[in-house]
């Protein structure tokens, strides 16, 4: 049986390799760019958007306040990628990867805008009033009558119900579980995936409403923590922040790229898993944001979707930026530390390695589950090496950030369940989801907990594909209602378009 589990994660293992590498970011970055343009660079708009976040819609349709909304959406992308995924873009790509996952993160701020655009503009409600919307929606209503539209959509849900179950529950739970044991053994492992699955029950049996509230307490709350934490151990190793900056940028632009060889790779390796991080950090382009976004109360699409695409910049831009200086400022401090990516750094910096070492680096093409482990090490090494402090920072935020990240995932998960099924298939979900929960925990064998991590990576990739094609093919309509609302300084106008009431049938 073990064998037979081996054999299929090495599949599935393959496939997410494969799907994270060139196909997804080409896509990705081609979407982040061509919404850029044709947004008009709505990057620049930042300042506005933070302003609105915690500015009140009051008389506005929908189901809790722009903040709420904001914050629910960062409660699932404020996660383990912010903390051991910086760790792996470094490790297989070298500290320049760092430096593509900033400029992927502010790209994808126009992609993420564009989602939640078409999401808001398409949204509708059940009988309770809770509003749906989405990329089903969006190519559902955008598309009324094409088949093509009404399959692609629904190809979104699946995606997006079945990710839920593997990114949302199982792997998050499993996270918790593995740093908790690591600094605290002893602990039975099912006890903490029975408290996991209730604290999150407890939550999110209340609906929206009930996971709103919980997220605009914690989720402002754990990001400063953790920010402000990161930047005490930088300054505790001050010395080394600037040549950790330098070490980026070199890594990133090695002037002996444009020679070719081993550096050249090296060059193309860093862009390539910067931007594979970055992407499933930020989750821009996935489509799962606007599932949460839909529900808040805003008197037009521009205004949610500019709150909204905040979130990619504190994600990406801000957390990961401290996570990152706080991992390369330790390992300059502590150089015993690079022989954790020795190779790739090597092959940066502009060193001559051997033919057998290029060779190696090449065929490096992490999954989601290996490329996590390896970060997971670092990452624990890193913090470990300030005495007490760091390994708090590290406990206290991935527990945190995992807890957030599944119940604003399984939102996500009632929303396409939903549009799937219909109401009533919406507690069965919440059901299922949690026993989800406690089976990440339990775990089973290492080839088992692997292959549900890289299964749930792939259905996050897959994802991209249908929401993607909703952007594109209803960019004209995002283009032109944002220079109406955001550039011809309309943002305080009420839309009027009725929000239709909307059951499956």
Same mark, same amino acid.
């Given at each position: 049986?073990?064998?037979?589990?081996?054999?299929?994660?090495?599949? $599935?293992?393959?496939?997410?390799?494969?799907?994270?590498?060139?196909?997804?970011?080409?896509?990705?970055?081609?979407?982040?760019?061509?919404?850029?343009?044709?947004?008009?660079?709505? &990057?620049?708009?930042?300042?506005?958007?933070?302003?609105?976040?915690?500015?009140?819609?009051?008389?506005?349709?929908?189901?809790?306040? &722009?903040?709420?909304?904001?914050? +629910? /959406?960062?409660?699932?992308?404020?996660?383990?990628?912010?903390?051991?995924?910086v760790a792996t873009a470094i490790?297989?790509?070298?500290? !320049?990867?760092?430096?593509?996952?900033?400029?992927?993160?502010?790209?994808?701020?126009?992609?993420?805008?564009?989602?939640?655009?078409?999401?808001?503009?398409?949204?509708?409600?059940?009988?309770?009033?809770?509003?749906?919307?989405?990329?089903?929606?969006?190519?559902?209503?955008?598309?009324?009558?094409? #088949?093509?539209?009404?399959?692609?959509?629904?190809?979104?849900?699946?995606?997006?119900?079945?990710?839920?179950?593997?990114?949302?529950?199982?792997?998050?739970?499993?996270?918790?579980?593995?740093?908790?044991?690591?600094?605290?053994?002893?602990?039975?492992?099912?006890?903490?995936?029975?408290?996991?699955?209730?604290?999150?029950?407890?939550?999110?049996?209340? !609906?929206?409403?009930?996971? *709103?509230?919980?997220?605009?307490? $914690?989720?402002?709350?754990?990001?400063?923590?953790?920010?402000?934490?990161?930047?005490?151990?930088?300054?505790?190793?001050?010395?080394?922040?600037?040549?950790?900056?330098?070490?980026?940028?070199?890594?990133?632009?090695?002037?002996?790229?444009?020679?070719?060889?081993?550096?050249?790779f090296a060059v193309m390796q860093?862009?390539?898993?910067?931007?594979?991080?970055?992407?499933?950090?930020?989750?821009?382009?996935?489509?799962?944001?606007?599932?949460?976004?839909?529900?808040?109360?805003?008197?037009?699409?521009?205004? &949610?979707?500019?709150?909204?695409?905040?979130?990619?910049?504190?994600?990406?831009?801000?957390?990961?930026?401290?996570?990152?200086? /706080?991992?390369? +400022?330790?390992?300059?401090?502590?150089?015993?530390?690079?022989?954790?990516? &020795?190779?790739?750094?090597? @092959?940066?910096?502009?060193? /001559?390695?051997?033919?057998?070492?290029?060779?190696?680096?090449?065929?490096?093409?992490? *999954?989601?589950?290996?490329?996590?482990?390896?970060?997971?090490?670092?990452?624990?090494?890193?913090?470990?090496?300030?005495?007490?402090?760091?390994?708090?920072?590290?406990?206290?935020?991935?527990?945190?950030?995992?807890?957030?990240?599944?119940? #604003?995932?399984?939102?996500?998960?009632?929303?396409?369940?939903?549009?799937?099924?219909?109401?009533?298939?919406?507690?069965?979900?919440?059901?299922?989801?949690?026993?989800?929960?406690?089976?990440?925990?339990?775990?089973?064998?290492?080839?088992?907990? /692997?292959?549900?991590?890289?299964?749930?990576?792939?259905?996050?990739?897959?994802?991209?594909?249908?929401?993607?094609?909703?952007?594109?093919?209803?960019?004209?309509?995002?283009s032109k209602e944002t220079q109406?609302?955001?550039?011809?300084?309309? @943002?305080?106008?009420?839309?009027?378009?009725?929000?239709?009431?909307?059951?499956?049938?």
């Amino acid at each position: 049986m073990e064998d037979a589990i081996t054999s299929i994660g090495s599949v $599935i293992s393959s496939i997410d390799g494969w799907l994270w590498s060139w196909p997804l970011i080409i896509v990705l970055v081609g979407t982040h760019l061509y919404m850029t343009v044709r947004t008009k660079f709505i &990057q620049r708009k930042i300042g506005t958007a933070i302003k609105l976040s915690v500015t009140a819609d009051e008389g506005a349709e929908g189901n809790i306040s &722009q903040f709420g909304a904001l914050t +629910t /959406t960062l409660s699932a992308t404020i996660g383990t990628g912010n903390i051991v995924g910086v760790a792996t873009a470094i490790i297989s790509g070298g500290p !320049g990867a760092v430096f593509w996952m900033w400029i992927i993160g502010i790209l994808g701020i126009a992609t993420k805008y564009a989602e939640t655009f078409i999401a808001m503009r398409y949204r509708v409600k059940d009988k309770n009033g809770d509003m749906l919307g989405g990329a089903m929606f969006a190519l559902e209503r955008g598309f009324e009558g094409k #088949g093509w539209a009404k399959v692609v959509a629904i190809l979104f849900a699946v995606f997006a119900a079945l990710a839920s179950f593997g990114i949302g529950a199982a792997v998050q739970s499993n996270s918790v579980c593995g740093i908790i044991e690591q600094y605290i053994p002893g602990v039975p492992i099912w006890a903490i995936g029975a408290v996991a699955a209730l604290l999150v029950g407890l939550v999110i049996f209340g !609906g929206i409403k009930s996971i *709103s509230k919980v997220c605009e307490k $914690i989720v402002p709350f754990m990001a400063l923590f953790y920010v402000v934490c990161c930047f005490f151990i930088i300054a505790m190793n001050g010395a080394y922040i600037l040549p950790a900056l330098q070490w980026i940028v070199v890594c990133a632009f090695s002037p002996q790229a444009m020679v070719g060889g081993g550096v050249g790779f090296a060059v193309m390796q860093a862009i390539r898993f910067g931007a594979a991080r970055g992407l499933f950090s930020n989750e821009s382009g996935m489509g799962s944001a606007p599932l949460a976004a839909a529900n808040g109360t805003s008197k037009n699409p521009a205004r &949610q979707s500019l709150v909204i695409m905040s979130g990619a910049f504190w994600d990406t831009v801000v957390i990961c930026l401290m996570t990152a200086l /706080t991992l390369l +400022t330790t390992i300059l401090a502590h150089p015993d530390l690079s022989a954790a990516f &020795q190779v790739t750094n090597e @092959l940066a910096v502009g060193a /001559t390695p051997d033919a057998a070492a290029v060779a190696a680096a090449s065929t490096n093409n992490p *999954s989601l589950a290996e490329g996590f482990s390896k970060g997971l090490v670092l990452t624990t090494t890193a913090f470990n090496q300030i005495p007490v402090f760091g390994p708090l920072v590290l406990v206290v935020g991935m527990v945190l950030f995992s807890f957030t990240t599944m119940i #604003g995932w399984s939102w996500y998960g009632d929303r396409v369940i939903t549009y799937l099924l219909g109401e009533g298939a919406k507690r069965p979900y919440q059901v299922v989801f949690l026993i989800f929960i406690i089976l990440g925990a339990v775990g089973g064998s290492a080839a088992l907990a /692997t292959a549900v991590w890289d299964f749930a990576d792939i259905m996050n990739g897959l994802m991209v594909v249908p929401n993607v094609i909703a952007i594109w093919a209803l960019a004209n309509r995002i283009s032109k209602e944002t220079q109406h609302y955001v550039y011809d300084g309309n @943002l305080d106008e009420v839309d009027t378009a009725e929000i239709p009431e909307w059951s499956r049938a």
